[in-house]
């Protein structure tokens, strides 16, 4: 896995949030307690002076791990985050995952609706999944949450699209440009907390992380942020081999992504 300026990256995600909280009148940030979107929400503290400036969405769907849900209680005490959680209801859905699903996103249509928000920063990444990697960063959606991936502007640095649907949202991506193995640096560099999941147990440890319903743990001995980054850079094993969701086939997630899944 190739590793990039960790430097440039950070720059890059922290003037894309500082547009999306200039330009939108209404910003909140998606937060599944993940490396991923916690990262983001570090990045958000060095972009606006040691503070996140907007509301953190946790769509929960009442069965995440135990870490997970006292990971989330500590850090939004610890950095006085605005936290907001939408509950998801577990039933059967297009994708045959009904714990994180579709079901999510329409338990985050109704916080939109509740608060008005008009753009959504999440954390997604280019190289977790194909249907990601069409994404851009500043990506319209819908009034009915509908992303169009086969219609899309071209995005150039400083020129980006915009919504002309008045009712719809625009997704914000920082971090689409790294990968894995930045992520990590990145954790290792800033000192972010992180969820203990993440680190190995009985010789297990979890590389994505989801609910308990449709996650499971890979085997790795890496203990400690160099050793999972000494063992990331020596894989071919995907991030997400251990997301059920994720060995759908690919117009499954397609069709979900289109819909406005997360």
């Not at 999510?104 to 999944?129: C, M, N, P, Q, W």
């Not at 949450?145 to 899309?152: A, E, G, L, S, T």
């Not at 990590?184 to 992180?194: A, C, F, G, Q, T």
């Not at 997301?243 to 117009?251: M, N, P």
Request: with cysteine; glycine share 4%; hydrophobic share 35%.
């Amino acid at each position: 896995m190739i590793k990039q300026d960790i430097k440039s990256l950070e720059e890059r995600s922290i003037y894309i949030m500082r547009e999306a909280k200039s330009n939108f009148k209404n910003v909140a940030a998606l937060w599944s307690m993940g490396k991923d979107s916690t990262t983001m929400l570090a990045l958000a503290r060095k972009a606006f002076h040691g503070k996140v400036p907007f509301p953190v969405i946790h769509i929960d769907n009442g069965i995440d791990f135990p870490e997970t849900y006292q990971f989330r209680d500590d850090l939004a005490k610890k950095w006085k985050l605005d936290l907001i959680v939408g509950n998801s209801i577990i039933k059967p859905e297009m994708s045959g995952y009904a714990c994180c699903g579709a079901n999510k996103t329409v338990a985050l249509k109704k916080i939109l609706k509740e608060y008005g928000f008009d753009a959504l920063i999440v954390s997604i990444r280019r190289d977790e999944h194909g249907i990601r990697a069409k994404e851009r960063v500043f990506s319209p959606r819908n009034k009915d949450f509908k992303w169009n991936y086969k219609n899309q502007a071209a995005e150039l640095w400083d020129n980006y699209s915009s919504n002309d649907d008045s009712d719809g949202h625009i997704r914000v991506h920082p971090l689409l440009d790294w990968n894995e193995v930045d992520i990590w640096n990145y954790i290792k560099k800033e000192k972010v907390p992180m969820n203990p999941l993440y680190f190995s147990r009985d010789g297990y440890r979890y590389r994505s992380l989801g609910c308990t319903h449709c996650t499971t743990p890979v085997k790795s001995k890496a203990k400690n942020l160099d050793q999972i980054i000494k063992e990331l850079e020596a894989t071919d094993t995907e991030e997400r081999a251990g997301r059920d969701q994720d060995k759908e086939k690919a117009y499954v997630m397609e069709k979900l992504r289109a819909l406005g899944y997360l």
